[in-house]
Protein backbone atom coordinates (compact mmCIF):
# COMPACT_ATOMS: atom_id res chain seq x y z
CA UNK A 1 0.00 0.00 0.00
CA UNK A 2 1.60 3.50 -1.01
CA UNK A 3 -0.08 7.17 -0.87
CA UNK A 4 -3.54 8.06 0.12
CA UNK A 5 -7.28 6.90 -0.25
CA UNK A 6 -9.93 9.22 -0.28
CA UNK A 7 -13.68 8.00 0.26
CA UNK A 8 -15.98 10.84 -0.57
CA UNK A 9 -19.45 10.92 -0.33
CA UNK A 10 -22.60 13.10 -1.65
CA UNK A 11 -25.73 13.81 -0.48
CA UNK A 12 -28.84 15.01 1.69
CA UNK A 13 -30.10 12.67 4.85
CA UNK A 14 -33.24 15.02 4.23
CA UNK A 15 -33.61 14.03 0.70
CA UNK A 16 -34.49 10.51 0.75
CA UNK A 17 -32.01 8.11 -1.16
CA UNK A 18 -29.78 11.13 -2.40
CA UNK A 19 -28.63 10.55 0.94
CA UNK A 20 -27.18 7.48 -0.11
CA UNK A 21 -23.43 9.09 0.19
CA UNK A 22 -23.44 9.96 3.39
CA UNK A 23 -24.69 6.47 4.83
CA UNK A 24 -22.24 4.91 2.66
CA UNK A 25 -19.63 6.82 4.88
CA UNK A 26 -21.12 6.66 8.03
CA UNK A 27 -21.02 2.56 7.98
CA UNK A 28 -17.28 3.12 6.38
CA UNK A 29 -16.37 4.95 9.42
CA UNK A 30 -17.71 2.09 11.95
CA UNK A 31 -14.55 -0.07 10.97
CA UNK A 32 -11.03 0.66 11.99
CA UNK A 33 -9.06 1.57 8.96
CA UNK A 34 -5.52 2.95 7.79
CA UNK A 35 -4.70 6.37 8.65
CA UNK A 36 -3.92 7.28 5.53
CA UNK A 37 -7.54 6.70 4.16
CA UNK A 38 -9.76 9.71 4.62
CA UNK A 39 -13.45 9.89 4.48
CA UNK A 40 -15.28 13.20 3.50
CA UNK A 41 -18.85 13.65 3.63
CA UNK A 42 -19.87 16.69 1.59
CA UNK A 43 -23.36 16.70 1.65
CA UNK A 44 -24.15 18.76 -1.16
CA UNK A 45 -21.15 20.62 -1.50
CA UNK A 46 -20.17 18.52 -4.89
CA UNK A 47 -17.86 21.87 -5.54
CA UNK A 48 -15.45 20.87 -2.90
CA UNK A 49 -14.79 17.05 -4.34
CA UNK A 50 -11.37 17.81 -6.39
CA UNK A 51 -10.14 19.64 -3.20
CA UNK A 52 -10.69 16.85 -0.56
CA UNK A 53 -9.54 14.03 -3.53
CA UNK A 54 -6.13 16.41 -4.00
CA UNK A 55 -3.00 13.90 -3.48
CA UNK A 56 -5.14 10.69 -3.63
CA UNK A 57 -4.12 7.58 -5.25
CA UNK A 58 -7.27 5.76 -4.78
CA UNK A 59 -10.70 8.54 -5.01
CA UNK A 60 -13.96 6.74 -4.34
CA UNK A 61 -16.83 9.47 -5.12
CA UNK A 62 -20.39 8.03 -4.03
CA UNK A 63 -23.91 9.50 -4.33
CA UNK A 64 -27.33 8.43 -5.53
CA UNK A 65 -28.38 8.74 -9.29
CA UNK A 66 -31.88 8.58 -10.92
CA UNK A 67 -31.78 7.07 -14.38
CA UNK A 68 -34.73 4.78 -14.39
CA UNK A 69 -32.94 1.81 -14.13
CA UNK A 70 -34.16 -0.56 -10.96
CA UNK A 71 -34.23 1.07 -7.95
CA UNK A 72 -31.07 -0.73 -6.29
CA UNK A 73 -29.01 -1.15 -8.84
CA UNK A 74 -25.29 0.21 -8.74
CA UNK A 75 -23.26 1.55 -11.37
CA UNK A 76 -18.88 1.58 -11.00
CA UNK A 77 -18.00 4.00 -13.39
CA UNK A 78 -14.47 5.65 -14.04
CA UNK A 79 -13.87 9.08 -15.10
CA UNK A 80 -14.83 8.52 -19.07
CA UNK A 81 -17.73 6.49 -17.84
CA UNK A 82 -18.76 8.95 -15.83
CA UNK A 83 -18.79 11.94 -17.77
CA UNK A 84 -20.65 10.22 -20.70
CA UNK A 85 -23.45 9.01 -18.10
CA UNK A 86 -23.90 12.78 -16.71
CA UNK A 87 -24.75 13.86 -20.16
CA UNK A 88 -27.67 11.19 -20.48
CA UNK A 89 -30.35 13.42 -20.68
CA UNK A 90 -32.65 11.13 -18.75
CA UNK A 91 -29.94 11.16 -15.85
CA UNK A 92 -31.19 13.06 -12.61
CA UNK A 93 -28.05 13.59 -10.14
CA UNK A 94 -27.23 16.65 -8.07
CA UNK A 95 -23.75 16.40 -8.28
CA UNK A 96 -22.51 15.58 -11.76
CA UNK A 97 -21.10 18.80 -13.64
CA UNK A 98 -20.26 20.20 -10.07
CA UNK A 99 -18.09 17.19 -9.50
CA UNK A 100 -16.65 17.32 -12.95
CA UNK A 101 -15.71 21.10 -12.75
CA UNK A 102 -13.95 20.70 -9.37
CA UNK A 103 -12.44 17.60 -10.71
CA UNK A 104 -11.14 19.08 -14.05
CA UNK A 105 -9.45 22.06 -11.44
CA UNK A 106 -7.15 19.77 -9.94
CA UNK A 107 -6.28 17.60 -12.70
CA UNK A 108 -2.99 19.24 -13.27
CA UNK A 109 -1.76 18.38 -9.89
CA UNK A 110 -0.78 14.65 -10.66
CA UNK A 111 -4.61 13.09 -9.79
CA UNK A 112 -4.41 10.60 -12.30
CA UNK A 113 -8.40 9.53 -13.85
CA UNK A 114 -7.36 6.04 -13.51
CA UNK A 115 -7.51 6.53 -9.58
CA UNK A 116 -11.29 7.66 -9.51
CA UNK A 117 -14.14 5.40 -8.97
CA UNK A 118 -17.57 6.38 -9.57
CA UNK A 119 -20.06 4.59 -7.26
CA UNK A 120 -23.62 5.45 -8.21
CA UNK A 121 -26.62 3.68 -6.56
CA UNK A 122 -29.79 4.02 -8.21
CA UNK A 123 -32.27 5.52 -6.37
CA UNK A 124 -36.16 5.44 -6.27
CA UNK A 125 -37.27 7.67 -2.82
CA UNK A 126 -36.99 11.57 -3.81
CA UNK A 127 -37.99 12.59 -0.43
CA UNK A 128 -37.76 11.86 3.15
CA UNK A 129 -35.84 10.86 5.82
CA UNK A 130 -35.67 7.52 5.13
CA UNK A 131 -34.17 5.36 2.08
CA UNK A 132 -36.04 2.95 0.35
CA UNK A 133 -35.24 -0.62 0.50
CA UNK A 134 -33.81 -0.81 -2.86
CA UNK A 135 -31.19 2.02 -1.87
CA UNK A 136 -30.57 0.26 1.69
CA UNK A 137 -29.74 -2.95 -0.05
CA UNK A 138 -27.62 -0.81 -2.57
CA UNK A 139 -25.24 0.98 0.42
CA UNK A 140 -24.85 -2.37 1.71
CA UNK A 141 -23.28 -3.45 -1.16
CA UNK A 142 -21.44 -0.45 -1.93
CA UNK A 143 -20.27 -0.19 1.69
CA UNK A 144 -19.06 -4.45 0.85
CA UNK A 145 -17.51 -3.32 -2.19
CA UNK A 146 -15.56 0.00 -1.31
CA UNK A 147 -14.53 -2.03 2.37
CA UNK A 148 -13.01 -5.26 -0.24
CA UNK A 149 -10.52 -2.58 -2.26
CA UNK A 150 -9.36 -1.19 0.79
CA UNK A 151 -8.81 -4.67 2.31
CA UNK A 152 -6.99 -5.59 -1.48
CA UNK A 153 -5.10 -2.14 -1.04
CA UNK A 154 -3.66 -2.50 2.73
CA UNK A 155 -5.58 0.65 3.61
CA UNK A 156 -8.18 -1.57 6.03
CA UNK A 157 -6.81 -4.05 8.18
CA UNK A 158 -9.71 -5.77 9.31
CA UNK A 159 -12.18 -7.46 7.51
CA UNK A 160 -15.87 -5.98 8.09
CA UNK A 161 -18.02 -7.66 10.40
CA UNK A 162 -21.21 -9.86 10.26
CA UNK A 163 -23.24 -7.58 12.13
CA UNK A 164 -25.25 -4.83 10.17
CA UNK A 165 -23.11 -1.48 10.29
CA UNK A 166 -26.02 0.62 9.18
CA UNK A 167 -27.78 0.88 11.99
CA UNK A 168 -29.07 4.24 11.66
CA UNK A 169 -30.94 3.11 8.11
CA UNK A 170 -32.17 0.04 10.07
CA UNK A 171 -33.50 2.55 12.76
CA UNK A 172 -35.29 4.99 10.06
CA UNK A 173 -36.84 2.17 8.14
CA UNK A 174 -38.67 1.13 11.31
CA UNK A 175 -39.27 4.97 12.70
CA UNK A 176 -40.61 6.09 9.42
Known amino acids: MNGRATVIGLGDFFAGDYGAGGYVLEALQQEPAHPKVTYAFLGLEAWKTGLCALGSD ?19 LDLIGYQQFCELPFVSTLFGSAVLDSLAKI ?70
Not at 120 to 133: C, T, V, W
Not at 157 to 162: A, I, K, L
Open 58 to 76: RIYIVHGVSSGHFPGSIRF
Open 107 to 176: AFFGTGSDSLHFILPEIQNHSGLSLSKPARQSVRKVVQHISRSLIRAGWQTQVPTNVSRLYRLDLLSLAV
